[in-house]
């Protein structure tokens, strides 16, 4: 396709998309889980053909090199077809966001008035290599009542394709507009340009892949980004830890995942604990094979260990390396958390009140946590039933990104004939 | 200055910004309180000194030529320093917005998940003349537990920069950072670029004024923006409406100001109601000098009625002009409210209680209102208290913009050493 063309395909997108979003704001309840169950079962009963499309990304896959963990990631089975289905079908449990009105009351001059939650109209969601994200991500849209347009990587292209396919034709069999879910049908890197600026269209961008992506996308889009960066997050021990709790902890939240967002990479130990939690984290950590890097004071305490510099503190390791500093307590706890940071997830250990209730407080970040692993940061441990991903931002969505982070919130008044005088 | 310089200052400026707003996270209500309520008395006490100020910035608007109207804006006077002063202590006596938690549940893995309501961190707020909103504003940041950067129009420098010291010595005698609440000090549009760019430092950029203004603010910012553009605002008379009452709410939602964004722009009429209601109405518009602009249908009925083109549908007159269109019924109306408004504020007026619920749930609006004029959108009608500015923007704040819409949510975690498995 020439450039032209793509602008011109994609802007059509964005105007089905739009169509397709006001319909879905007269679908009831009943309409969109019922759409959300015809999905799943059409998942489900094309394994075979679905198989057959995944096998010619695999092949292109293996063609241009892919490393085995790629093309693990890429690559269906039955379970992995069965799991896509029974997420759509948890999708559809869960209680509908749309319509509830909250807070309506009455005002002296009489009116009532109240708050609609509303979906946000249409969605654009960029994701990299996994195809699940194609059947998660319309899940959530459907459910919420948005619109969605999906441009998933190029090395899954036959596998969303076949995917886009059986959600088309479950949502004409329910009833919905069928361009309530469009999937990008080309690989052109160009593509997602266009996406970015159909601003009058496209009301939010959530992309979902590496830093590359996200950079780029945030960059370039004309449109709102619900997006997620580094994930910086500190565990510190205060002097009132309970050093039992505190050890296990800290080494949860290092050691339970090491690439995932919500993993430690910065300890921070009080001074007065500073000796009695290394001599138990140490051991520990070497028997895990994690690299841990101290600031001077650390070092007084153990003198083998390597210095950490500047660079360190500011660093998602996403790797078995941890950081290490020994501050003189809570404030300086804070203001390095706070400095350092990237607001994503921190943690106090502390059996002190007044600390933990300081710490939840003053860190500025979307997760604050007291006697709990960073590793809890999800929306499925918070019970938000899904995510979408997780936003660093603070304006709309702030931590896991669930349903209600794909709505907002608009006034409804009832009156009775009334006017402003 | 120099470009350089002006960089200089204002990268200054937000840095010193973040410096506040991370000491306002631990003001708590009784000090932000206190604070606002030392403004007010600084502000009221200084009466004399601000009036000599502001006598600099009218001599400089008459000698700049600025009309009439510009000029009454610009006045201060005992009476609109009074009411400026009791502003600051009806925010003071509002709710505390920040630190309440919500929805803290257990979750089966034994930790309490919740929310806790955070100050979003710096706001900046560019504004045109009225010289009342350096105060405002400064009170809904500090309420709300943010720091602010206020960049006022240059025709209200010297007022703008007495207040300012007003605030900055009750900041200091209330013991809050000084720094809470900066103002622009330079009348260089270079400025404003600058703040526009100033994204690690700040949160939220808030533009308040004319559409030049606001369409130049989201144009440059590189921060998000709290903004609103245009109010095309409808009534649509449905064929079970009350009569009486239609009428009453049609001519206040027109007539009760004409130059305000919720003033209703055009009017839709049922067909089988078109006829009684314009028969009505024609006469009141006519004694109010409103000139009306009708669709073909409506001048069958009104053959004396200008022609409405299609350009009158997506016009914010701001002036007592209406346009009238004739609709088949509340498809229809809907149709052209989603595709002609702004999204802004619209109304039903019926006593059908399946068309108003229809109305309210598929109009996409951030308004939208049953029998009652569409004026009624405004923070103190809705019971906010205060607001900042109204949002036609969907993501995280939409319609009337108060201390709510300064805040945000972070997740609250608390646990016993739990960790993941």
Not at 144 to 160: K, Q, T, V
Not at 331 to 337: G, L, S, T, W
Not at 354 to 372: C, G, K, Y
Request: hydrophobic share 40%; aromatic share 4%; proline share 4%.
């Amino acid at each position: 396709m020439t450039p032209k063309d793509i602008q011109d395909y994609m802007l059509h997108m964005g105007q089905q998309a739009r169509q397709a979003a006001r319909a879905l704001l007269r679908a009831d309840t009943a309409a969109r889980n019922h759409a959300l169950l015809t999905i799943a079962d059409t998942v489900e009963a094309r394994e075979v053909a679905l198989m057959a499309e995944n096998r010619k990304d695999l092949e292109a896959g293996r063609a241009a090199g892919l490393d085995a963990a790629m093309l693990d990631r890429l690559a269906f089975n039955p379970e992995r077809l069965a799991a896509m289905a029974d997420g759509l079908r948890q999708i559809a449990a869960l209680p509908d966001p749309v319509g509830a009105i909250t807070d309506l009351n009455y005002r002296p001059s009489g009116i009532q008035v109240g708050r609609m939650r509303v979906p946000l109209g249409v969605i654009g969601i960029i994701y990299e290599s996994r195809p699940n994200v194609t059947v998660d991500a319309a899940g959530l849209c459907l459910k919420s009542g948005n619109a969605a347009i999906l441009r998933g990587g190029s090395e899954a292209f036959h596998s969303n394709r076949a995917l886009a396919e059986c959600i088309r034709e479950a949502l004409e069999a329910s009833g919905l507009p069928a361009d309530a879910v469009q999937v990008v049908g080309t690989t052109d890197r160009a593509a997602v340009g266009e996406l970015l600026r159909l601003k009058e269209w496209v009301d939010v961008i959530v992309p979902r892949g590496g830093k590359g992506l996200i950079a780029r996308v945030s960059e370039e889009s004309q449109i709102p980004v619900i997006k997620h960066l580094d994930g910086i997050c500190h565990v510190y021990i205060d002097d009132h830890a309970d050093l039992e709790k505190a050890v296990r902890v800290t080494v949860n939240a290092k050691t339970q995942r090491y690439g995932t967002c919500n993993t430690t990479e910065t300890l921070l130990l009080a001074e007065s604990i500073a000796a009695r939690a290394l001599s138990a984290l140490v051991p520990l950590f070497a028997e895990k094979g994690v690299e841990l890097r101290g600031c001077e004071r650390c070092r007084g305490y153990e003198p083998q260990m390597p210095a950490a510099t500047e660079e360190d503190w500011e660093t998602e390791y996403l790797a078995p390396i941890l950081s290490i500093r020994v501050v003189n307590g809570l404030d300086e706890a804070i203001e390095h958390i706070n400095h350092y940071g990237s607001h994503h997830t921190d943690a106090i250990l502390t059996e002190d009140y007044t600390r933990a209730r300081r710490f939840l407080r003053e860190v500025d970040s979307s997760s604050v946590m007291v006697n709990a692993s960073t590793r809890f940061a999800d929306g499925f441990e918070y019970g938000l039933g899904a995510e979408i991903g997780i936003s660093t931002d603070k304006l709309h969505a702030r931590g896991p990104v669930g349903l209600e982070g794909l709505t907002t919130l608009k006034f409804v008044v009832l009156g009775d004939g009334q006017i402003r005088e």
